[in-house]
């Protein structure tokens, strides 16, 4: 059984550049969940995509947008970075079935530095 | 809204003892999930030890245990015999039990362990 895990571990952009995240889950699990974790903070709660549709979404911009694939992986897409954006992002799996969310296991994240 | 506190930003403890983390929660629900996160200098958060709101028993992992006070809306992560190995960062999470299942966290409190 693999876990999450998530690509790159580091990047590095330019304010008002675009930046795609990736994120494979764990195998069996069908929901996929992004955090932004900012220096210094607690983890906060951007989406979550349950079979290919988003699921609940945070209070994040809509110049931060994903997608999950049949295969349930899930990229994040942030457009028009500010240097705000600045943060470990961190992509979380777990397993919905029958009404019933399942825990939540979390991959390494990736650090994104805006300059 | 829900809420997480984490009052304590950091604690120190000497190996072979115990310390006690505190967390405070707000929440009009009355069936909820409550967990405690580890996330060491890898990033990775791990899962500590979790917690059903309608449990009246408070659970226990190995060395790890909770203070569950569901009315005071209180939930401390008690570690015995602490460890090297246990210094990290500690995340107090909070997730409702039906629709969307994302996590609500504390800004966490980094506990050090003294040799």
């Known amino acids: 059984e693999t876990g999450v895990t998530q690509s790159p571990t580091h990047l590095i952009k330019t304010r008002g550049q675009q930046v795609t995240l990736r994120c494979s889950s764990q195998?069996?699990?069908?929901?996929v969940s992004w955090y932004q974790q900012a220096l210094g903070q607690g983890p906060q709660f951007i989406f979550q995509?349950?079979?290919?549709?988003?699921?609940g979404r945070g209070n994040f911009p809509p110049r931060f947008s994903g997608l999950q694939f049949p295969n349930y992986s899930s990229e994040l897409n942030v457009n028009a970075l500010e240097l705000d954006d600045s943060a470990l992002y961190l992509c979380?799996?777990?397993?919905?079935?029958?009404?019933?969310?399942?825990?939540?296991?979390f991959g390494p994240g990736t650090r994104l530095t805006v300059t | 809204a829900q809420t997480v506190t984490q009052s304590q930003p950091e604690m120190s403890v000497q190996e072979a003892e115990t310390v006690t983390l505190s967390c405070t929660y707000d929440t009009s629900e009355s069936d909820y999930y409550l967990f405690w996160y580890k996330q060491p200098p890898s990033r990775q958060m791990i899962l500590v030890i979790r917690q059903e709101a309608y449990k009246q028993q408070n659970a226990t992992e190995n060395r790890f245990s909770v203070n569950f006070q569901k009315a005071a809306k209180s939930f401390s992560l008690k570690i015995s015999d602490s460890q090297l190995g246990d210094a990290a960062m500690y995340f107090c999470?909070?997730?409702?039990?039906?629709?969307?299942?994302?996590?609500?966290f504390g800004t966490g409190t980094r506990l050090t362990v003294i040799p």
């Open positions: 979380a799996s777990s397993l919905s079935s029958g009404g019933r969310s399942y825990e939540q296991y």
């Open positions: 995509y349950y079979r290919e549709e988003e699921n």
């Open positions: 195998s069996g699990h069908n929901t």
């Open positions: 999470a909070y997730r409702l039990k039906t629709g969307a299942n994302n996590l609500f």
